[in-house]
């Protein structure tokens, strides 16, 4: 990783409990959006209610650190019990292209079932369709790996892609020659 | 087709130092070029091997029957064409090399670069290069990247002194790219390439992003191999990787290899 500006955009992660409650998930997400941070993915576990009766909740989001400091005091003013937060140390960052038609007609839930494998996130993507025949598009996606090396993020998304009928490719820095 | 009447025994009683085998390349028995490296090596003479077939398929049966031989078994021309990959590789020891990389198909090189270049679909670029003469009426062994898997499985046999063959090789081709794809990578910087990789582990070939920048991003007909090294780094090799003229230039540096 090379050298950051002091205020540039970067990957943090948010651990939260709570209420079971109607709204409290929108609740949560408003000052990410209100402040300009970019909300990567969410890990909302219903089924997971911790003692105290609360529901556990993950957020990736990428926001420069000042932005970050906005999130957090707008939590504590809310009274929105953060259980852990801070800088996500991301192992590294991979770029894919995918080419087939569930670009066209699917990507999001492409996107949702990356995203849910938790080896990764997606920080960034970019379609472009056929002119000839519609339904046939491509997809570049920006990907930060936050678990595991680059190699299991491949073979972790490269599964997910397949399953989907969707041609994989990454570049070819992640080889095997240094 | 033979020239003149004589048959292929014959050729084998005549006086010669070194057979230059340049049948085309069939796969699995690899013959009958098989038979004809056997039988000038059993007579203690240097064979010169142009034909993939025999060391990408059977190459721990050749290393012991050249064992066995006063003569030399030496296949530069079977990879890379003019550009001399398996002779760096020998040179600064193949023990020292970690894995080699490389664009080594032109014909499907030359199809993603115009794809690229001009916004073309895959079935058109491949028919204007079907006219050129640079794909074949059957592509399938250039584009469905057996080619360079063949090529690769060659250097995973001289790195680990054989137990590869096409078989154990993992394929994709680039019969699915499509123009839209190599659009939305150029806005990246990137481009796509059908890349083939060979280490001791097995070879992997695959159309791979690869940024516009970097010396793997050859463009038309060139072939690039990048050797990584222990102690030495990565080293390129770029060139024509095909032709009649490349490939017989393979073949005097191993004829020349001999007389030294």
Not at chain 1, 125 to 142: F, H, Q, W, Y
Not at chain 1, 145 to 170: N, P
């Amino acid at each position: 990783m090379g050298n950051k500006l002091r205020n540039s955009p970067r990957a943090y992660i948010v651990r939260l409990e709570l209420a079971d409650r109607p709204g409290e998930l929108l609740r949560v997400l408003e000052p990410i959006s209100s402040s300009g941070g970019n909300l990567l993915s969410i890990f909302h576990e219903r089924g997971d209610i911790t003692p105290r009766g609360k529901i556990p909740v993950e957020i990736d989001l990428e926001c420069s650190p000042d932005q970050f400091e906005s999130i957090l005091s707008t939590y504590s003013d809310l009274d929105i019990h953060v259980t852990q937060s801070g800088e996500e140390l991301y192992e590294g960052e991979l770029i894919v292209l995918l080419i087939g038609d569930a670009i066209s007609n699917n990507l999001s839930s492409v996107i949702a079932s990356i995203d849910a494998s938790g080896s990764v996130a997606v920080i960034e993507s970019s379609v472009n369709r056929s002119i000839e025949s519609p339904t046939e598009a491509s997809s570049i996606l920006r990907l930060a790996i936050k678990e595991g090396d680059q190699k299991q993020a491949i073979d972790s998304v490269r599964s997910i892609v397949s399953g989907y009928g969707l041609h994989f490719m990454t570049t070819t820095d992640n080889g095997v020659s240094q | 087709m033979p020239l003149g009447d004589a048959s292929l025994e014959d050729v084998f009683e005549s006086n010669y130092d070194v057979l230059i085998e340049a049948t085309p390349t069939t796969l699995k028995s690899a013959e009958p070029a098989f038979s004809h490296i056997k039988m000038a090596l059993e007579t203690d003479r240097h064979v010169v091997l142009a034909n993939k077939g025999p060391v990408a398929e059977r190459f721990e049966e050749l290393q012991s029957i050249a064992d066995g031989s006063k003569g030399t078994l030496r296949f530069e021309a079977t990879v890379g064409g003019a550009i001399p990959v398996l002779s760096t590789i020998e040179d600064i020891n193949p023990k020292t090399v970690t894995s080699v990389k490389g664009i080594l198909n032109g014909t499907s090189n030359f199809i993603l670069t115009r794809m690229a270049a001009k916004n073309l679909s895959y079935s058109h670029v491949l028919s204007e290069a079907q006219e050129l003469g640079v794909a074949e009426a059957d592509p399938i062994f250039d584009v469905g990247g057996i080619d360079t898997a063949l090529k690769c499985v060659i250097i995973s046999n001289v790195l680990s002194g054989g137990g590869f063959r096409l078989s154990d090789a993992e394929v994709e081709g680039i019969q699915h790219i499509s123009n839209h794809a190599l659009n939305l990578a150029d806005k990246s910087g990137l481009t796509i390439r059908l890349v083939g990789e060979a280490t001791r582990e097995g070879v992997n070939v695959a159309p791979m992003l690869v940024p516009k920048t970097e010396d793997l991003a050859v463009e038309g007909t060139q072939n690039i191999v990048q050797i990584a090294t222990e102690h030495g780094g990565i080293l390129s090799l770029a060139g024509p990787g095909a032709g009649g003229d490349p490939t017989a230039s393979a073949i005097f540096l191993d004829l020349q290899r001999l007389i030294v």
